[in-house]
């Protein structure tokens, strides 16, 4: 990858049914973290990064958020939306996105995660779209008798220290049983076009959901490397797709 990424894709489709019922009327994306949405606080976050070209994949019960960030003038960005209601499982609004990415580089970013970095220094997001690797994610490094419930697991991982070096990511370390620190996928990737073919060779899920991981995973077996970029001590994350999380970073974000 030798030129600046300037296109993401922004997962918003899901249906938000631990939050229910107040999500039947408002996408979890869509409630409020201090004075703006989640989905603002990412908006920003890609700004931030320098992506200038945005694609939201949502469902058709999410008309709120295209009423709300209009065509992106507002913030000197260009939006784009795709409608998508067949898809299942966080790898359909990849394939999605195939032909608006232009087989360009792209930033994917899950619309219900909240990240901020430290401050008075680069984002997570610009450390890792600064990168030079096609396939780059990143990573929490957790304790493996300490992952928090529906973290995506990458692999192995040394023990976590005081910075943020980048880890080349082989077959090698996908192994992570008998491991005592693993990688934990955390909701911003780096991709290129190779993850569409990755995708559509990926079978999905017994419930027929197609997962990114299993497919980047499948893709790491064959040889290749992604880079895995792990989050500092002081940067903060917040998957909002629960309550209790969503209360913590509300917390987190009170002006």
């Known amino acids: 990858m030798s030129h600046a990424i300037t296109r993401a894709v922004v997962a918003a489709g899901g249906a938000g049914t631990k939050m229910a019922p107040i999500t039947r009327i408002i996408p979890k994306e869509m409630l409020p973290a201090g004075?703006?949405?989640?989905?603002?606080?990412?908006?920003?976050?890609?700004?931030?990064?320098?992506?200038?070209?945005?694609l939201f994949v949502i469902s058709s019960h999410k008309p709120q958020i295209p009423a709300y960030f209009g065509s992106g003038t507002e913030y000197g960005m260009d939006f784009s939306y795709r409608v998508q209601d067949d898809g299942a499982g966080p790898g359909a609004p990849v394939l999605a996105?195939?032909?608006?990415?232009a087989?360009?580089?792209?930033?994917?970013?899950?619309?219900?995660?909240?990240?901020?970095?430290?401050?008075?220094?680069?984002?997570?997001?610009?450390?890792?779209?600064?990168?030079?690797?096609?396939?780059?994610?990143?990573?929490?490094?957790?304790?493996?008798?300490?992952?928090?419930?529906?973290e995506t697991l990458l692999g192995a991982a040394a023990p976590p220290g005081p910075g943020s070096a980048d880890v080349a990511f082989g077959r090698d370390l996908l192994d992570h049983v008998g491991a005592q620190w693993v990688h934990a996928c955390a909701a911003r990737w780096v991709l290129g076009p190779f993850a569409f073919d990755a995708l559509r060779a990926c079978p999905p899920r017994p419930?027929?959901?197609?997962?990114?991981?299993?497919?980047?995973?499948?893709?790491?077996?064959?040889?290749?490397?992604?880079?895995?970029?792990?989050?500092?001590?002081?940067?903060?994350?917040?998957?909002?797709?629960?309550?209790?999380?969503?209360?913590?970073?509300v917390a987190a974000l009170r002006p």
């Open 97 to 101: 996105a195939e032909t608006w990415t």
């Open 35 to 54: 004075r703006m949405p989640i989905l603002e606080h990412i908006v920003h976050e890609l700004r931030t990064a320098g992506i200038t070209d945005v």
């Open 103 to 150: 087989a360009q580089p792209f930033v994917l970013a899950f619309g219900d995660n909240l990240i901020r970095g430290g401050a008075d220094r680069e984002t997570p997001l610009q450390r890792l779209v600064a990168g030079t690797s096609d396939c780059s994610v990143l990573t929490r490094v957790f304790p493996a008798d300490g992952i928090p419930a529906h």
């Open 207 to 249: 419930g027929g959901e197609l997962y990114l991981i299993d497919a980047i995973r499948r893709w790491i077996a064959a040889g290749n490397e992604l880079t895995a970029l792990p989050l500092r001590p002081d940067d903060l994350r917040f998957n909002c797709d629960n309550w209790e999380t969503y209360h913590d970073a």
